[in-house]
């Protein structure tokens, strides 16, 4: 075990002996797939422990939403995958609160999980979902959590930096080999559930150049290396293919790839360390980590998130059945999506693109359809995305590793920018989002645009 896990298991334990004191508790959680499978650890943890809970999912936690949470008056609070941005207002409103964040901390307190505080990165070293698996460690023997802990971090892309899971991550995956397996494959969506034409035509990151986005031609590609169909004249998933069948594929994939001009980096990309979940069935969603994180996903960006918790705690009839109707609706929602920003166009500056898709897109998922667009625009710059919200613009950015690499933040380069016109933003280097005033967008986007190209300046 590395000397951070260890300090992180003692901050864990001081966290957990105060939770042992509580019979009921009030759980915070943020909407997406780490902040699903972080609020089911810690519920699941709690419920072993014979502790009540009331769980409560929120889009972003902000002043308000800490007020209210003060009004209820609750014995003891637990943030997970959110609540290191706000110890201030946390403080100020007198919460009796644990923290199990990953986020880029705003100060400290003698009850606050945070890998930053223990000098790890908490943008690919560990999530919040693994964070808070340390902190259900403390409660009790949670080791079989460890498979929601790794679908929390892919959920996450923590994966992206590298290739693969590292560091506190790593730790996690290795300690618990009948629950998770690493396995070297190609690393397109959808290999345990979509025909594998339809793999390669829904590849966005990498987008294949030639294939993404066209059936015929995706089909016509594994006619001409000579795969087919099933006896059934049905199209077999990449996991009803023999191993000489997705090696054939896969070289095949690697050296069109080449020839038709993709990058090495994103040629490289496109064999990678994947994640199965060896309890789970062969075949769902809950088999690879991507994909059950896509689910999750799904279930939060429709304001359904306690569906994917209840997934995340065994729930495989009516909320799985739920989650996949949300999954169905999401994926019709991101092509209307795609669709709006293809007919739209994008504005290009100097150093970042962006569109608005006003009210057209749900706020929800514009970040999404940000990130699935730019496989299609320009690479070599981020894409901001804007869309209506009740309080202000919301603002989805989305970068690459290899623009991240060349000196981008998001997440410092919206924060400053937020904290110059007004508004609210936060997350990662290379996604991050922010709630800006009605009325601030333009200055928002040029400003944003200078900081951007001060970033890449620097490293230069």
């Not at 519920?43 to 769980?55: D, Q, S, T, W």
């Not at 594994?222 to 594929?249: A, F, M, Q, T, Y």
Request: charged share 25%; with cysteine.
């Amino acid at each position: 075990m590395s000397e951070t896990m260890i300090q992180m298991a003692q901050r864990a334990k001081k966290c957990a002996e105060e939770i042992k004191k509580h019979r009921e508790i009030q759980l915070v959680s943020h909407i997406d797939a780490d902040g699903i499978t972080s609020g089911a650890i810690i519920a699941k943890a709690l419920e072993r422990a014979g502790i009540e809970y009331e769980m409560l999912f929120v889009k972003q936690l902000d002043e308000n939403i800490v007020s209210e949470l003060a009004d209820k008056n609750p014995e003891l609070t637990i943030f997970t995958d959110l609540g290191s941005g706000q110890i201030e207002h946390i403080s100020n409103y007198g919460l009796h609160a644990i923290i199990s964040d990953h986020h880029r901390p705003q100060g400290d307190t003698d009850l606050h999980l945070n890998p930053h505080l223990f000098g790890a990165n908490g943008s690919f070293e560990i999530s919040g979902s693994g964070t808070t698996f340390i902190l259900a460690g403390q409660l009790g023997n949670n080791s079989d959590l460890a498979d929601l802990a790794i679908v929390g971090c892919v959920g996450d892309m923590q994966y992206r930096k590298y290739g693969k899971l590292v560091s506190l991550n790593r730790e996690i995956l290795e300690a618990n080999p009948t629950i998770i397996e690493a396995k070297k494959d190609i690393s397109l969506y959808g290999k345990q559930t979509r025909p594998v034409f339809k793999m390669l035509q829904f590849s966005s990151d990498p987008y294949l150049p030639g294939l993404s986005g066209s059936e015929d031609a995706c089909i016509d590609f594994l006619h001409r290396i000579g795969l087919r169909s099933g006896n059934d004249e049905k199209w077999r998933r990449w996991i009803d293919l023999d191993e000489g069948e997705k090696v054939r594929v896969t070289s095949s994939l690697l050296q069109y790839s080449v020839q038709n001009g993709l990058s090495s980096y994103n040629v490289n990309r496109l064999v990678g360390e994947c994640y199965l979940l060896l309890q789970e069935e062969e075949g769902t969603e809950m088999r690879d980590a991507s994909e059950y994180s896509t689910l999750l996903n799904a279930t939060g960006r429709y304001m359904q998130a306690e569906v994917g918790m209840a997934v995340c705690m065994g729930d495989r009839e009516e909320a799985y059945d739920s989650a996949s109707r949300l999954l169905n609706e999401h994926r019709k929602n991101l092509v209307d999506g795609l669709n709006f920003v293809k007919d739209n166009g994008v504005t290009q500056l100097s150093h970042l693109q962006f569109f608005d898709a006003g009210s057209s897109i749900p706020e929800t998922i514009v970040g999404i359809v940000a990130g699935m667009s730019h496989a299609s625009n320009n690479r070599h710059l981020p894409i901001v995305a804007f869309a209506n919200k009740e309080d202000g613009h919301k603002v989805s950015a989305r970068g690459t590793q290899e623009l991240v690499n060349r000196g981008l933040n998001l997440s410092e380069a919206i924060g400053q920018v937020c904290q110059e016109i007004g508004g609210a933003g936060g997350g990662h280097d290379i996604a991050a989002g922010a709630t800006v005033p009605f009325g601030k967008k333009q200055e928002f986007i040029e400003k944003l645009n200078s900081v951007i190209a001060s970033q890449i300046a620097a490293r230069a």
